[in-house]
């Protein structure tokens, strides 16, 4: 490596040296933000006068917080982090990879994580069984008898490849492991003979991998392709970002939780605008956070729309290492390493130079929900009720119907629902769930609301889902499961759970009333995301919510109350229970975390942590360094990217007479694109299965099917919420057929078209492909034909990841929208001027073949960098890799 600035030097902890690359050797680095200077290393470290040069380090170093981002660097994270759903794809394109080599004539074995990669088994378990003692134990037999081959899969994965570790299921959800175990914060590592120290950085196959920026580490979430290239050595291309401060001020109010104030953070930087920038917090206000407080607002970064929200190295990072159970030794090298490189904060310390600041007064966070279909949407829990019958009344004449209040029979009693009843109450999600503060709320209000004998309402299904085994350890030392359980909330599995949809089936009394009633339901959850049928196909309206919250939802069982006046239920003798009957001050809470939470917990939690329980020790799994594919499985099928791929490139042509599969408005998310709940027996994926001899109760959910690109392409577009503006009046994957008209499944115009030879192309409006970072919504559609997609903005990661597959995104010029263009769906469309994948613009031609006029419009090439150009006339990320790697 080269060392233009002189940096490399001796770092002595505990009498070892480490090499390290001193910040201060390059002019400039002392203003630079936080996460800047953690990236200025990384150049530094890695400087080779090709990839990264000492031009791309002096243009780090003068950074200009008010440019627009035009500078690309090549980033090297340390680690990769990935969870199951987006991991199992990962890892079969990894295998079908080798297969290619092979074919290609190359070293099969040389396709191998170069970077340590980790993967951790939690999105998979569904609340089939809850409000029970033998919950867990009856989803975590449902998980294994649903996912034994993909779980089979992962073993084999785990042997065949190096630098590769599974955390096997029923451990916990994969950021709160990564919070509470995995992560380093300074690693400490062997390269080419020399022990080096350096700052743990990571990419994730999640959009929540976010949330370790808490501890100080810098780390965002990426598609799973971009995430594979990067195991493989690949660096990820980025442009150097500007960089918002988030100054907080003052604490938390009694009564006030971390929860309340990520999602007054969430409204102010959505506001502010933050997409594609990282977001940094300061401010004497982290004296009063706790690490958790500050893991939950890194967590929602997504939601905030920023690339990452970061937080510095300091004395509250230390103290949480050691709570967590870490080496002494390795928070010795954290604290030397961080105060070395001038990356340990310090109150008093002067403040960074950022691209601009938002301020909030802690003080002044108010309890609040968010919903009823995104996070960024915050409703201060004292205005909940007037704006839950607004949005209610908005989503009846949305959808032209009238509901009807029905009786539903639960358990031998007849008991009302109408619109606006609570149906799902759950604890869930590592945003949450990692925070004692809020689960030790949770309980204290559990247990006040047992003594005063109030009960959930009948129509309510309750659950504790949580991060990790630690939290149930607390739970127990704190005395609160015996109140938690009281209610319902009785822990159902650790893993994602209700936060990613797999809430499992409601009761049928309580799902055959919302039918007979047309009912617009509500869930509540401790999650992060509420977007339309992620939660549940039944339920209309989500709302997020702390867990003390998601608790007193339960009791009042619905969302037309308000909370503060209204009572929650009646006493044993008839009297009335209000909210400040039952919840907690935080005098409480603080007590009973100081005497219930403690490092022995996290110790004896994560001391066998890769061992899983005996199900997973039993499970057997293939041998060898080649998969050996079966062609009768539904779970793993090795997927036709490399069908037909040679080692020389083909010329970039242009995109003619191309047809519109899909014309979409504004917001659609990867949710939309790629759903992963619940696959419906007569749905083109459902159709599929049973042809294999499935039955509809051996489904398991799309995310869980993501290894099968057959299952995933007939999933592609498939949400029950989609509305396809060619095919007006519906919703769920329908289109027309054209020229024809013939309305269709999606998939089934694709395969059509497909037969015909026809390109296909997707119109959007804003922020298309907002929310989870799944590869499988640019997989999906490359594989139904689709060559393009136009929209008026994209989702930072989604747009990367289409280009990663090979698939053009182009953006409508400032002031064209598909509606002022005039644009029906129902045009033929040319783009052309494309070149060797390196033009800014492109002239797209749509012609209407019945009045034979013809629109010409300009887009803008949305492949951003250079490196992005290369994927692209590759034909996608993965073939780059294996054709260098072949080479």
């Keep these: 490596m080269s060392n233009s600035f002189n940096a490399r030097a001796t770092l002595c902890v505990n009498g070892q040296d480490h090499e390290i690359y001193r910040l201060d050797a390059v002019e400039g680095a002392e203003r630079l933000p936080y996460s800047l200077k953690i990236l200025l290393e990384n150049l530094l470290r890695h400087e080779d006068g090709k990839v990264v040069s000492a031009d791309d380090i002096k243009a780090m170093a003068s950074w200009d917080p008010q440019a627009e981002p035009c500078q690309e660097i090549a980033y090297t994270p340390a680690r990769v982090l990935m969870q199951d759903f987006t991991g199992v794809p990962a890892v079969v394109d990894l295998a079908a990879m080798r297969d290619a080599m092979q074919k290609l004539g190359g070293d099969p074995e040389r396709i191998n994580p170069l970077q340590p990669a980790e993967l951790v088994i939690d999105h998979s378990v569904q609340i089939d069984s809850f409000g029970n003692k033998d919950s867990m134990r009856l989803n975590a037999e449902l998980e294994y008898s649903r996912n034994q081959e993909r779980y089979s899969f992962l073993k084999w994965g785990q042997k065949a490849f190096s630098n590769f570790k599974v955390v096997p299921p029923d451990t916990g959800i994969v950021h709160q492991v990564n919070l509470e175990y995995l992560a380093r914060v300074v690693f400490s590592r062997e390269n080419n003979g020399v022990l ?289 359980e009281s209610l319902g909330f009785h822990v159902v599995g650790y893993g994602c759970a209700t936060c990613i949809g797999n809430s499992g089936p409601l009761p049928e009394p309580v799902s055959k009333a919302i039918a007979e009633g047309d009912l617009s339901v509500c869930s509540v959850l401790s999650g992060n995301r509420n977007f339309e049928g992620r939660v549940h196909a039944e339920v209309r309206m989500n709302y997020l919510a702390s867990p003390p919250l998601v608790v007193v939802y339960a009791l009042a069982g619905r969302m037309d109350i308000d909370v503060y006046n209204e009572p929650l239920g009646q006493d044993a003798n008839g009297n009335d229970v209000f909210l400040k009957d039952v919840w907690p001050s935080q005098k409480e809470i603080q007590e009973l975390i100081l005497n219930s939470v403690n490092s022995e917990e996290f110790s004896s939690s994560y001391k066998d942590v890769y061992n899983g329980e005996e199900a997973w020790r039993d499970l057997s799994s293939p041998e060898g360094q080649l998969f050996d594919w079966q062609d009768d499985s539904t779970y793993i099928q090795n997927p036709p990217y490399f069908e037909g791929m040679s080692r020389d490139l083909a010329p970039i042509g242009d995109i003619e007479g191309a047809r519109v599969l899909a014309l979409l408005g504004d917001s659609v998310t990867t949710d939309h694109i790629s759903p992963a709940g619940a696959i419906k027996a007569d749905s083109p994926a459902g159709q599929y299965l049973q042809s294999k001899g499935v039955a509809p109760g051996d489904f398991n959910s799309l995310g869980s099917r993501r290894g099968n690109h057959e299952v995933m392409m007939r999933g592609t577009f498939a949400n029950i919420r989609l509305r396809n503006q060619l095919a007006p009046g519906t919703e769920g994957g329908v289109t027309r057929h054209l020229p024809d008209g013939e309305a269709m499944s999606i998939y089934a115009a694709a395969m059509q078209y497909h037969d015909e030879q026809v390109p296909l192309i997707v119109i959007a409006g804003k922020e298309y492909g907002s929310g989870s970072s799944r590869d499988w919504a640019a997989k999906g559609p490359r594989l139904l034909g689709v060559r393009a997609v136009i929209a008026e903005s994209y989702e930072r990661i989604h747009r990367s990841n289409l280009v990663g597959m090979g698939v053009l995104p182009l953006q409508f010029k400032e002031g064209d929208t598909p509606q002022s263009l005039g644009l029906t769906g129902e045009e033929e469309y040319t783009i052309s001027g494309l070149g060797d994948g390196s033009a800014r613009h492109v002239e797209v031609i749509a012609r209407d073949p019945v009045q034979g006029k013809s629109l010409m419009f300009t887009a803008i090439v949305r492949i951003d960098t250079p490196q992005e150009v290369e994927y692209y006339r590759h034909g996608g990320i993965l073939h780059y890799v294996l054709r260098q790697l072949a080479a």
């Design 196 to 484: 080096q120290a350096y700052p743990d950085t990571l990419v994730g196959t999640d959009s929540h991998t976010t949330m370790i920026n808490g501890l100080g580490v810098l780390g965002w979430g990426v598609g799973g392709i971009e995430a594979e290239a990067a195991m493989l050595g690949q660096p990820v291309s980025m442009l150097i970002p500007q960089v918002v401060g988030f100054k907080l001020t003052g604490a938390l109010p009694e009564g006030a939780t971390a929860t309340d104030l990520v999602l007054t953070v969430v409204e102010m930087l959505r506001q502010h605008g933050v997409v594609g920038k990282f977001v940094e917090f300061f401010g004497e206000g982290l004296e009063h956070l706790s690490l958790a407080d500050r893991a939950t607002i890194a967590n929602m970064a997504p939601e905030y729309g920023a690339t990452c929200g970061i937080f510095p190295i300091d004395a509250e990072t230390l103290t949480y290492l050691r709570l967590t159970g870490r080496d002494a030794g390795q928070i010795d090298l954290v604290e030397a390493y961080a105060r070395e490189q001038g990356l340990f904060h310090e109150p008093g310390q002067p403040d960074a130079v950022y691209s601009s600041v938002v301020e909030l007064d802690i003080s002044t966070v108010v309890p609040s929900l968010a919903g009823p279909k995104r996070p960024q949407d915050r409703v201060a829990l004292s205005d909940s009720k007037r704006e839950f019958e607004t949005a209610l009344q908005a989503l009846k004449e949305e959808r032209h119907t009238q509901s009807k209040p029905v009786t539903a029979h639960i358990d031998g009693e007849k008991v009302p629902m109408q619109d606006g009843n609570v149906v799902i109450a759950s604890i869930t999600s590592c945003t949450n769930t990692s925070n004692p503060s809020v689960m030790i709320a949770a309980g204290l209000v559990a247990r006040k609301a047992h003594a005063r004998g109030l009960k959930v309402k009948p129509w309510v299904k309750t659950s504790l889902a949580p991060g990790s085994r630690v939290v149930t350890e607390y739970l127990q030392q704190a005395e609160l499961m015996d109140d938690l």
